[in-house]
């Protein structure tokens, strides 16, 4: 299995950057789109657990549309063949707090799509 083939790591990484824009703008329909509309759906929250596509939306209609801005650290993208992939990042929104996120991605016929996704939030790590 190659790893990394350039122009899919190029299009993930795009997909990726899409994510985040409509993650800070509360862009609740582009959100939406690219998670997997299916029950296989995950999504582990900072505070919530999620099972399907259809409770993930909802948590997005709910959520507040303030305080969405952070600053992403390290990002790592890494394709598996031309289908697969998983997106990682640190981030940083509240001083004394460090945000983790993974996601899964896969392509579907109808594009990328997150399947899996986890957000934690721990306090700084010392040194």
């Not at 598996?80 to 640190?90: C, K, N, P, V, Y």
């Not at 929104?93 to 460090?98: A, E, I, K, M, S």
Request: proline share 6%; no cysteine; hydrophobic share 40%.
């Amino acid at each position: 299995m190659d790893v990394d083939i350039p122009e899919v790591k190029a299009e993930l990484t795009a997909m990726f950057e899409r994510y985040e824009k409509a993650l800070t703008t509360n862009d609740v329909e582009t959100l939406d789109e690219l998670f997997k509309n299916a029950p296989y759906t995950i999504r582990y929250g900072a505070a919530e657990n999620l099972y399907g596509y259809l409770e993930i939306a909802a948590f997005r209609a709910a959520r507040p549309s303030v305080g969405l801005q952070r600053t992403l650290e390290k990002p790592v993208i890494t394709t598996f063949g031309r289908d697969f992939g998983t997106a990682s990042t640190l981030f940083r929104r509240t001083p004394g707090r460090l945000g983790r996120q993974m996601q899964t991605w896969v392509r579907f016929p109808e594009g990328w799509r997150v399947v899996a996704a986890h957000v934690s939030i721990i306090d700084e790590p010392k040194a």
